[in-house]
Nanobody, 113 residues
Framework: QRQLVESGGGLVRPGGSLRLLCAAS????????MYWYRQAPGNQREAVAV???????NYADSVKGRFTISRDNAKNTVHLQMGSLRPDDTAVYYC???????WGQGTQVTVSS
């Protein structure tokens, strides 16, 4: 069964760090581009970071220099390392495989003092 499962969210103080994990049950995971998205209350879902099968990455301007996306094709996982977190990073974070239009259930990240 194809699925994406996110974990690692939580409550963190401004300036803190979190590492999100997306565990993928997908055939040929290593051949698929993967995204992290986020959606804050009242906002549209926005792309945060993308990683190609070969490891080429790109980021939303709002997170450049603070977030890092990575993947382990042997373990079928995608990580999002988030640093220097700000209150406006508060959102539900989703893992996405666009080729399959597949989404995870999301993990809540709250940045607050």
């Amino acid at each position: 069964q194809r699925q994406l499962v996110e974990s690692g969210g939580g409550l963190v103080r401004p300036g803190g760090s979190l590492r999100l994990l997306c565990a993928a049950s997908l055939a040929d995971f290593g051949s698929k581009t993967m995204y992290w998205y986020r959606q804050a209350p009242g906002n549209q879902r926005e792309a945060v970071a993308v990683i190609s099968p070969s490891g080429i990455t790109n980021y939303a301007d709002s997170v450049k220099g603070r977030f890092t996306i990575s993947r382990d094709n042997a373990k079928n996982t995608v990580h999002l390392q988030m640093g220097s977190l700000r209150p406006d990073d508060t959102a539900v974070y989703y893992c996405n495989c666009p080729l399959l239009n597949l989404w995870g259930q999301g993990t809540q990240v709250t940045v607050s003092s």
